[in-house]
Structure formats: C-alpha cells, structure tokens
C-alpha cells in the first residue's frame, strides 16, 4: 500500500445554493480498505457518486491511477475500473443469480459469451458464498443473499476501486459477521475498497484508514482508533462538545 490508486483533489459539489461537498482532498492507497465516514447528510453517499460519475463535480479533480476520471460519464468510470454497490439494491429480478453476475461480466469490454462467462460468474458467486445457489431466481433469495448477488455482480466488473454504500446495513449480527469476512476476502483478492458504513465495529474490524465528514466538509483522517476518539469527530456523531 506504497502509492495512491485514487486521489480526490479540492473536490466540490453543490445543488442550488446547498453545499454538498466541501471542497474534499484525500488518497486511496491501492489495496487498502478505507472508510468513509460521518453522520446522516454529512456527504458521504454524494462524494461516491462523484466518484462513479453518477454526478459531475463543480470544480476539484479525481484521478485513477494519475489519470483524471472527474468529468466522464458513470459508465466510462465504470471501464476504467470503479464499480459499486448501493443502498437501495438494483438486481434483475425475474433472471438467474448467474445471469444477474452475468451482466456485470457483459459489461466489460470484449468479454465473449460463452462457456468461460459461466465460469467466471460461478468464481465470484464463490467468493461472496452463493455458488450453491446459481441457479436460483432472484426473487427467491433472502435479502442477505440478494446483498451478496449485488456485490458478485459488481465484483464480476473487474474492479480496480469497490464502492460500498452501506452494505452491511441491515444484517443480523450472523449475517454481519459474514458480510465482513466477504469483504475481507475481497480484499484479499487485490481490490481496492470505499467503504461508507455506520457499523462502527465493522470499521474497527476492516478498515486501514477513515476519513470522517461532517456538514459536506472532510473533518478528520487517520486510523479508525485514532479518528473515532477525535473530539471533532465525536462532537460531529453526539452533536454535542467533547470532554475528556
């Protein structure tokens, strides 16, 4: 984890007269697990769609690799090697767990159809733990296993960069303990991950580095034991001044 992957530069988003993004810099070190975060409204979920390319930036720059990505659309961002999960799932209901991966796998660019897209899909339903289940419709599967699908799918992208909105919001503590294991495992693979997520255990249990938000603007940067002490970051979470 020697140099940056990603790297946010002066980074602004504004809608009307609302500030966003406050001018945000920070680096993503290729191979570490970072975590984004920050109370309700403080960002977050903006700074990954910015990110992505879901929305254009007002002014800042964000480089992949040293290559400027601020200013393509959501799907030229996506070949260049950032895929993503959301808060709100986005499967194909009425198709296969294969197929669902499927189209992740389509979508990179001279991927062929034949037998060795099947195997690839079966590879990364493997590493979130839904091989047995490949055949399945999507509307069988319990929600945990939907989560799970979602990201097969966007790992079947490829990435360089994941994003994960909140993906462990919602689980039960088993199903918490596994989500976090698969994203360890994922990482394992080589892939570099944002993780936005206010399972604060899970933070601890993951993360390399935070970088916290409040209000649009970034407030502190550092290891999650260092950052979650930080009277800034705990005045921002609390709403009230911190005393030691």
């Not at 040293?66 to 198709?95: W, Y």
């Not at 990435?159 to 294991?181: C, H």
Request: hydrophobic residues 45%.
């Amino acid at each position: 984890m020697s140099d940056p992957i990603l790297r946010l530069q002066d980074v602004r988003k504004t809608f009307g007269g609302l500030v966003a993004v406050s001018d945000v810099s920070f680096d993503v070190m290729r191979g570490e697990i970072l975590g984004l975060i920050g109370p309700n409204g403080s960002g977050k979920t903006t700074t990954m769609n910015l990110i992505s390319g879901a929305f254009p930036l007002t002014r800042g720059t964000i480089t992949l690799e040293g290559e400027t990505i601020s200013g393509l659309p959501a799907n030229r961002v996506a070949r260049k090697g950032i895929a993503r999960t959301f808060q709100l799932l986005r499967l194909i209901d009425d198709m296969t767990v294969t197929e669902n991966v499927a189209v992740g796998l389509a979508f990179r660019p001279g991927q062929p159809w034949n037998a060795d897209l099947v195997t690839r899909c079966r590879r990364y339903l493997d590493v979130v733990g839904l091989a047995a289940k490949a055949e399945w419709e999507v509307a069988k599967l319990t929600y945990i296993d939907q989560k799970r699908l979602e990201l097969a799918r966007a790992l079947a992208m490829e990435p360089k960069v994941l994003l994960l909105d909140e993906w462990l919001a919602g689980l039960n503590a088993t199903e918490l303990l596994s989500g976090i294991e698969i994203i360890r495992n994922i990482s394992n693979l080589g892939v570099t991950i944002i993780m936005v997520e206010h399972v604060m255990s899970a933070i601890h249990s993951l993360c390399d580095r935070c970088v916290v938000m409040n209000a649009g603007a970034k407030i502190a940067e550092g290891t999650p034991a260092a950052v979650l002490t930080d009277p800034h970051v705990v005045e921002a979470y609390l709403g009230e001044p911190h005393h030691a």
